[in-house]
């Protein structure tokens, strides 16, 4: 069973900032804190992960809790091209994928 | 160009008709996994590899066989299909477990 909680759907206007939550609760201390995304007709493609510190790449920022119980995926300008289903997942030896968030972008 | 490749990319069978469904990896990654996506209930493992002659069952491995003879490859076998594994398969890698996985573009497969 997926092990960590996201809202099912968002919604943001084309060039705002998009923070989307995760709640991972249960995660053990030695899982990583991976975020992909779908676009349509796609496979799932890697966006960021994180161990307890703060990650910053290309696409995006991931912002994780002290506690580790919950992270949030920053987009810092939403593209009509990031509309997508966004998967946040506790990593141990294997990827679970959950529902995600379905995130929509309004021009 | 690192990628995951899959073949082939739709596919229609019929009901007990053996098929396999390719899958390469050009990334020298140690771990590879196969995924099927319905309508509903997301993305679901069905089968995983974390090294080469190492398989373990994901969470719907029933119906399925996979090999891993080769580090670069992972096909996954449906001995005798049945019209409920119709869905979008995916294949995926990464250097572990816990790292970045790269997707194919997926096989759709459907029996009937």
């Known amino acids: 069973d997926a092990k960590t909680t996201q809202p099912n759907s968002m919604e943001s206007n084309e060039e705002e900032p998009v923070h989307l939550p995760c709640n991972h609760s249960?995660?053990?201390?030695?899982?990583?804190i991976h975020w992909y995304r779908q676009l349509p007709s796609q496979g799932p493609e890697y966006v960021i992960h994180?161990?307890?510190s703060n990650v910053n790449n290309r696409m995006a920022s991931l912002a994780i809790a002290e506690d580790r119980k919950s992270s949030t995926l920053i987009l810092h300008r939403a593209t009509l091209r990031d509309a997508a289903v966004y998967y946040c997942?506790?990593?141990?030896?294997?990827?679970?994928f959950g529902g995600g968030t379905r995130l929509m972008v309004k021009p | 160009e690192a990628q995951v490749t899959q073949n082939p990319r739709y596919l229609i069978t019929v009901t007990g008709k053996k098929l396999t469904v390719t899958c390469s990896q050009n990334?020298?990654?140690?771990?590879m996994s196969w995924y099927r996506q319905d309508p509903g209930l997301g993305l679901r493992q069905i089968y995983y590899?974390?090294?080469?002659?190492?398989?373990d069952k994901g969470d719907v491995p029933e119906g399925y066989k996979v090999s891993r003879k080769e580090k670069r490859n992972f096909p996954l076998i449906l001995e005798s299909p049945s019209p409920n594994q119709t869905s979008l398969y995916f294949c995926?890698?990464?250097?572990?477990?816990?790292?970045?996985?790269?997707f194919g573009q997926g096989t759709r497969l459907t029996v009937v």
């Open positions: 995926a890698s990464s250097l572990y477990g816990n790292t970045e996985a790269f």
């Open positions: 249960t995660i053990s201390g030695t899982d990583y």
């Open positions: 994180g161990l307890t």
């Open positions: 997942i506790e990593a141990g030896n294997m990827l679970t």
């Open positions: 990334m020298n990654h140690e771990y």
């Open positions: 590899s974390m090294n080469v002659e190492v398989t």
